[in-house]
């Protein structure tokens, strides 16, 4: 499988103790209907169940290593090193694909080679499992200077931008959210929305759980370090205030 039409694709899991979702995120990615799938799992050391998940699905995986890290974008880093793959994609422990995820990825790739970073839609998971759609809103495509539009698990990466951008492991949470901007404010052309829903995500991870403060403090660093202009980053700290507001006095839900 091995030629232009069928190229490797890289897909990274980091995972500390997440022995009660690997399992799922595992299985979804070794049942992918594409194939030339290589895939990498970076454990940061756990100590539950998570190795024994591992070894158990050992001969499926290409590559997996446990050991300390500096946190989830340092881990992710450490994936990217390793990969191969002429795309690259990131499904943390607690999500996982839907059948045709990756196959959906090469058939766009395919027909925009020039493209850069291929992103879609997502399924949000609440506690109890209910499960909403989350889309990519292209009329809020400059909006990504105040928030993350972009559903970054959907996201399949050309080997060519990690190789100038990395993920910043001094940020807890928002790293992610700092690459995509960088990256867009670099070329916004580099990216290419698909309009198919193939990644679930469950809303309990690490930003699901941050206090405002710290948002905002992790937010305004990641902002200027992206090279956002001043005046649009004293925005991002209004809305902030504004979404706070809606949500913890209105009890309005879901705004990005």
Not at 221 to 239: E, M, P, T
Request: a positive charge.
């Amino acid at each position: 499988m091995h030629s232009i039409q069928f190229p490797l694709i890289s897909i990274i899991t980091v995972v500390y103790n997440g022995s009660k979702t690997l399992e799922q995120t595992i299985q979804s990615v070794i049942n992918q209907s594409y194939k030339n799938i290589e895939y990498i799992i970076i454990d940061g050391g756990s100590t539950d169940g998570t190795i024994a998940i591992i070894k158990k699905y050992e001969k499926d995986i290409s590559h997996w290593t446990s050991e300390p890290d500096k946190g989830l974008y340092d881990a992710m880093n450490k994936g990217i090193a390793l990969a191969k793959g002429e795309l690259i994609g990131m499904i943390n422990s607690d999500d996982w694909y839907e059948l045709d995820a990756v196959k959906t990825i090469v058939d766009t790739y395919l027909k925009n080679p020039d493209k850069r970073i291929f992103h879609g839609d997502r399924y949000d998971i609440d506690n109890e499992g209910n499960k909403r759609k989350y889309r990519f809103n292209k009329s809020k495509f400059k909006f990504l200077y105040f928030s993350m539009t972009f559903n970054h698990p959907s996201m399949f990466i050309h080997s060519d931008i990690y190789k100038v951008f990395k993920y910043n492991i001094e940020f807890k949470s928002i790293a992610d959210y700092e690459f995509v901007l960088k990256v867009f404010l670099n070329n916004e052309d580099f990216f290419c929305y698909i309009p198919i829903t193939y990644v679930n995500y469950r809303l309990d991870g690490i930003s699901a759980q941050q206090s405002l403060i710290f948002e905002i403090k992790e937010g305004l660093n990641a902002r200027l370090n992206a090279g956002l202009k001043y005046h649009h980053v004293f925005i991002f700290i209004i809305l902030k205030f504004i979404r706070s507001f809606l949500r913890n006095v209105l009890g309005v839900r879901y705004i990005s």
